[in-house]
Nanobody
Framework: QVQLVESGGSLVQPGDSLRLSCAAS????????VAWFRQVSGEEREFVAG????????YYADSVKGRFAISRDNAKNTIYLQMNSLKAEDTAVYFC???????????????????WGQGTRVTVSS
């Protein structure tokens, strides 16, 4: 059984940093596209950052570029999202996703991912 388990969400103040983790089990994601999405209640799930399989090139939403960094540790089968200079508008539930069959052109499409975690809540508020 494949599982993705996120952790690290918290209540923080604007300007703070936070690192989210996503531990995978049941299969290796070292050769899969992996990504972070976020969702605010009542809105669609939004792409935040992704790594395509193979070369490890990273992709970001414009709203987080320069502030967030996605990475993965293949030995630990874990995906990370380092979030710096957090803003109130970053408040959301953050989900990690794994897509063994996801192609590059669909990296930002949540429908292209086969595996999802349960989400971890990030609240940025003073």
């Amino acid at each position: 059984q494949v599982q993705l388990v996120e952790s690290g969400g918290s209540l923080v103040q604007p300007g703070d940093s936070l690192r989210l983790s996503c531990a995978a089990s049941g299969r290796s994601f070292s050769n899969s596209a992996v990504a972070w999405f976020r969702q605010v209640s009542g809105e669609e799930r939004e792409f935040v950052a992704g790594i395509f399989r193979g070369g490890g090139k990273t992709y970001y939403a414009d709203s987080v570029k320069g502030r967030f960094a996605i990475s993965r540790d293949n030995a630990k089968n874990t995906i990370y999202l380092q979030m710096n200079s957090l803003k109130a508008e970053d408040t959301a539930v953050y989900f990690c996703a794994g897509g063994p069959s996801t192609i590059l052109s669909q990296l930002r499409n949540p429908g292209a991912y086969a595996y999802w975690g349960q989400g971890t809540r990030v609240t940025v508020s003073s």
